[in-house]
């Protein structure tokens, strides 16, 4: 297991440790555990081919194809950009980064897909063996990393609430005696 999954699912690593996580470095551990997934099941179902049991081989080989297919896809697309947002926003300088509001929901609407393609994916696999336990650790992080890039883009969000709503100045109380 990567040292991104570890940091992740290790409850011996305190939380918090690491306030600036590389998320490059977390995606690269997140394809390369997708990648070793898929040549466990390659080599499953040539297991199960040579004993005999060509059924069991064939959902092997489904589940390889398609699903670790499309997880490796996630992985290489989500982590390049949310790669690309953090380049953006560092280069903007710190306390600097702020996000129109249409863009942020672009984003926020892109990080909706992704966490709905990864619970999909992540129902697909059965849970309950080691390689399937492990494959929900890799759903897990990236639903954690999802997760933590929709809370960053929101807290860097231009408010564009320009009612005074939530300003009590901006309240004008009639006088009920008036």
């Given at each position: 297991m990567s040292e991104a999954i570890q940091k992740v699912t290790d409850p011996e690593v305190p939380e918090g440790d690491d306030p600036d996580p590389d998320t490059d470095a977390e995606y690269r551990a997140l394809y390369a555990d997708a990648q070793e997934g898929t040549e466990r099941l390659a080599m499953l179902a040539k297991s199960a081919k040579d004993s005999g049991h060509p059924e069991i081989a064939k959902i092997y080989d489904e589940v390889r194809g398609t699903v670790m297919s499309i997880l490796?896809?996630?992985i290489t697309a989500t982590g390049g950009a949310l790669t690309n947002i953090e380049d953006q926003v560092?280069?903007?300088?710190e306390g600097?980064?702020?996000?129109l509001p249409d863009d942020a929901e672009k984003y926020?609407?892109?990080f909706g897909q992704y966490r709905e393609l990864i619970d999909g994916l992540r129902k697909l696999v059965p849970s309950g063996s080691s390689d399937g336990d492990k494959q929900h650790a890799v759903f897990?992080?990236?639903i954690r990393m999802t997760d933590g890039m929709e809370e960053f883009t929101k807290s860097i969000t231009l408010d564009d609430d320009d009612d005074d709503d939530d300003d009590p100045s901006a309240t004008v109380e009639e006088d009920p005696e008036e």
């Open positions: 490796s896809d996630v560092a280069a903007q300088g600097e980064s702020q996000l926020l609407q892109l897990d992080t990236l």
